[in-house]
């Protein structure tokens, strides 16, 4: 008698066993892999786009400095010597530190000729810390017409320029020194992507954790370094390792000026994580259908055939990277259970898919324009001429709304503040635009009330009235002492006059003789503008309408009684800016209690110190 072997019982529990044991496994594997290859070809067009913004504020930066430095050249090859309207455009750059010439000498070697400087004798120092390196990086500039340098490991960057006469003959290289301290601070921002600005020969000039000066070979090793000067290698991306073996996702851009390069470096390991995450769920909705699929055998029936194929074709679709695919099997035994799981974990899947892609792009959208917008606002301590200025600024969410700035225009010093409706991208957007534009209104030396004018056309031409800015704009005259002001509907700041006491609320005299329309609200709105005397000892508080709006953790807001008494009170004995945003900061801070903010806070004081 022949033996008998496996039930047919069994075999069916095996074959349903095995079967979709090999598919599952199948699709899992090519499912991470096609996951893994999306999410890595994401990460590099992420840091290809990063790469190629901070390449092109690099070459903006760099060619309008230029653009600037040409005309001195141009000066100074005609007369061979700086006229005053060199010196005067040269002043007028609040980049360039200095211009130094070099000129051929008999023996065919370059010679300083003439320095154009803002501190008296400091250039000197520098070109003789760099005397050993300038002969080489004349030979360099002689055969590509320019070469940027770093040599000094800081924010300063210098671009030899060969410029020849007007006869095409004599040759003549020009040094000029830049400062760069807002690109530079960007490079060294902490985040996930690590942004290098390096040279042909991978020499780092900025970057962050202090590798200013280092080889970017110490760090990774990429196969662009060397042959960038001949290579097209705008936007491109590869992979690399760290010194310690650790795997990179490296992108790289052309600045575009001379041969600088932008690399961005992200850990791959990092930019996987959530891989990991889809693996662990995957595997419990693996380990979910193997189950169900031994206890379907256990009752296989004519049907059961049928069914497990519909499965197995989905499956096959999935692992092919169709997650919309669903299979209907109309059967309420342990078949249906299965399918409807199977369809739970597809749809399951493909969520997780479309929510770590939209994650990651608004995650990385959201940072890089919280980095720009960092760059929108002045240095939080100064002092300009009698003028003693601090401030403080803290958005609601990633991007604000919120913006303030001050700057010297000729013997007037210009302060700023401004509100875009809401907060957030959108009023982020706005306050760009508001800098843009103050940018260029800074060079025309106009009046407060004109200013505003020019600046209500930029933001309603932005925005078409859609969002508006609130803004009070004042120039502070250093001969005369007096400060006229023009206000966009804006909070009116508090002059805080000196008296011989401590400060009371009659002290208090708020800005408010002059209201106008909102800048965005209509194009042709016109400013009023009015102006008062700023004696030595007198304060002026800036401020928006968020800070009353502070709120604890119980939702009551501080309110304007608070606000005011906070205010009378940092400022009681007429302290100096420093103390005086401090005491007001721990004021509300204080009612805040940590919760979160529902407005952005922004307020700065400037104090008239008068001759020291």
């Not at 671009?159 to 004599?170: A, T």
């Not at 007198?538 to 008494?565: C, H, L, M």
């Amino acid at each position: 008698m022949k033996k008998r072997g496996l039930s047919i019982r069994y075999k069916i529990l095996l074959l349903l066993t095995s079967l979709p044991l090999i598919t599952l496994t199948v699709y899992l594997v090519l499912a991470m892999n096609i996951f893994e290859e999306d999410k890595i070809a994401y990460v590099y067009e992420s840091s290809s786009n990063m790469s190629g913004t901070m390449a092109t504020q690099i070459r903006t930066q760099l060619n309008s400095v230029l653009s600037t430095a040409r005309p001195i050249f141009q000066d100074y090859l005609s007369q061979q010597k700086f006229s005053s309207i060199g010196e005067s455009i040269f002043m007028n750059e609040p980049n360039m530190e200095a211009i130094v010439v070099f000129t051929p000498s008999a023996t065919g070697a370059f010679e300083k000729k003439m320095i154009l400087e803002k501190v008296a004798g400091q250039t000197e120092g520098v070109l003789g810390s760099l005397s050993a390196h300038l002969p080489i990086y004349f030979t360099e500039v002689e055969s590509a017409k320019r070469t940027v340098k770093a040599p000094f490991n800081d924010d300063r960057v210098f671009i030899f320029e060969q410029v020849e006469d007007e006869k095409g003959q004599r040759q003549t290289v020009f040094l000029v020194i830049v400062r760069m301290s807002e690109s530079s601070e960007m490079f060294k921002a902490g985040t996930s992507q690590k942004i290098y600005l390096t040279s042909r020969d991978g020499r780092i000039l900025f970057g962050p954790d202090n590798m200013q000066g280092h080889q970017l070979q110490e760090i990774v090793t990429p196969s662009f370094i060397g042959k960038a000067s001949t290579d097209s290698v705008a936007g491109k991306a590869e992979p690399g390792k760290r010194a310690d073996g650790t795997d990179l996702l490296v992108s790289y851009s052309k600045a575009g000026f001379g041969d600088l390069m932008v690399v961005t470096t992200v850990e791959k390991e990092k930019a996987l994580g959530g891989v990991q995450l889809l693996i662990r769920r995957s595997l419990i909705f693996f380990g979910l259908l193997i189950s169900v699929t031994v206890i379907i055998s256990l009752f296989a029936s004519s049907g059961l055939t049928q069914a497990l194929t519909e499965l197995f074709q989905a499956t096959k679709k999935v692992s092919e990277g169709d997650f919309n695919i669903r299979v209907k099997v109309n059967s309420g035994d342990e078949v249906g259970s299965l399918a409807d799981n199977f369809n739970i974990m597809a749809a399951e899947v493909a969520r997780l898919l479309d929510q770590t892609a939209e994650k990651a792009r608004m995650e990385s959208e959201l940072q890089t324009a919280k980095t720009v917008q960092e760059t929108l606002f002045p240095e939080a301590r100064a002092k300009i001429g009698p003028l003693s200025i601090a401030g403080y600024y803290e958005p609601a969410s990633e991007c604000g709304g919120d913006w303030w700035h001050y700057c010297q225009i000729g013997n007037k010093i210009f302060l700023w503040i401004g509100d875009a409706t809401g907060h957030g991208a959108p009023a982020a957007l706005i306050t760009s635009a508001a800098k843009s534009a103050s940018t260029i209104i800074e060079r025309l030396n106009i009046s407060p009330a004109k200013a505003l004018e020019l600046l209500n056309r930029s933001i309603y031409d932005v925005s078409r009235g859609r969002i508006m800015m609130t803004f009070f704009l004042a120039s502070f005259d250093l001969e005369t002492g007096e400060l006229v002001y023009c206000n966009a509907s804006h909070e009116a700041p508090f002059l805080i006059k000196k008296g011989e006491g401590p400060l009371k609320k009659k002290d208090l005299v708020p800005l408010n003789e002059v209201n106008n329309p909102r800048l965005g609200q209509s194009r042709d709105s016109v400013y009023e503008q009015t102006s008062l005397k700023l004696d030595a000892g007198d304060s002026v508080f800036f401020y928006t309408d968020g800070i009353p709006d502070i709120q604890n953790p119980s939702s009551e807001a501080w309110g304007e009684r608070e606000f005011i008494k906070a205010l009378i009170a940092a400022n009681k004995d007429y302290p100096g800016v420093n103390d005086s945003v401090e005491r007001f900061a721990m004021s509300f801070q204080g009612h805040r209690q940590g919760a979160a903010l529902v407005d952005d806070v922004t307020f700065f004081v400037v104090k008239n110190e008068g001759l020291q």
